[in-house]
T-cell receptor
Framework: RKEVEQDPGPFNVPEGATVAFNCTYS??????FFWYRQDCRKEPKLLMS???SGNEDGRFTAQLNRASQYISLLIRDSKLSDSATYLC??????????FGTGTRLQVFP | GAGVSQSPSNKVTEKGKDVELRCDPI?????LYWYRQSLGQGLEFLIY????????KSGLPSDRFSAERTGGSVSTLTIQRTQQEDSAVYLC????????????FGPGTRLTVL
């Protein structure tokens, strides 16, 4: 079983739609949680950290459920420019990041 | 300011040859990380440095892989006697310090072993 699991997608949604991605992690000792975005053949870039209380950044909302070891990302009012692969990332008590394989999003006009 | 840079951007080599991949972190960043991303796979941690020392090298897949960092700056990842399964994109990241702060990634080196 992978340490961080995501639905690979692709999710094909029209502009303006709301889309949600989920992620589960296996190690209950995980300490920090992130969503990274990776465009095709580019490096990953931090989209947002995920806090226990949930957090929002513009159209993006991230939630963490430690009891269920579950992380989510909600994107409202999808834009064409949101098309990318979204990586769920977990950090344990060392500094290495454990990445999921990513969920691909394609927003169409 | 300049981001993380890596060289070469692409490397094609023959099976059995040694390769060296270079990473220049963001100036002032004390922590440096190496990952690799194989086709259809997630990013896989290889090793990280705090200054010039490597507290965690647990992700290096075999003893053919080694890395060093000198002067608390540039890092080199060396793969000896390359195999076809080493083909991947090797990504370097740096962060201001350890402790869960944002890691900034370089563009990667795409390694192809024929």
């Amino acid at each position: 079983r992978k340490e961080v699991e995501q639905d690979p997608g692709p999710f094909n949604v029209p502009e303006g739609a709301t889309v949600a991605f989920n992620c589960t992690y296996s190690n209950s000792a995980s300490q920090s949680f992130f969503w990274y975005r990776q465009d095709c053949r580019k490096e990953p870039k931090l989209l947002m950290s995920v806090y226990s209380s949930g957090n929002e950044d513009g159209r993006f909302t991230a939630q963490l459920n430690r009891a269920s070891q579950y992380i989510s990302l909600l994107i409202r009012d999808s834009k064409l420019s949101d098309s990318a692969t979204y990586l769920c990332v977990v950090r344990y008590n060392t500094d290495k990041l454990i990445f999921g394989t990513g969920t691909r999003l394609q927003v169409f006009p | 300011g300049a981001g993380v840079s890596q060289s070469p951007s692409n490397k094609v080599t023959e099976k059995g040859k040694d390769v060296e991949l270079r990473c220049d972190p963001i100036s002032g960043h004390t922590a440096l990380y190496w990952y690799r991303q194989s086709l259809g796979q997630g990013l896989e941690f290889l090793i990280y440095f705090q200054g010039n020392s490597a507290p965690d090298k647990s992700g290096l897949p075999s003893d053919r892989f080694s890395a060093e960092r000198t002067g608390g700056s540039v890092s080199t990842l060396t793969i000896q006697r390359t195999q076809q399964e080493d083909s991947a994109v090797y990504l370097c990241a740096s962060s201001l310090r350890t402790g869960g702060v944002e890691q900034f990634f370089g563009p990667g080196t795409r390694l192809t072993v024929l």
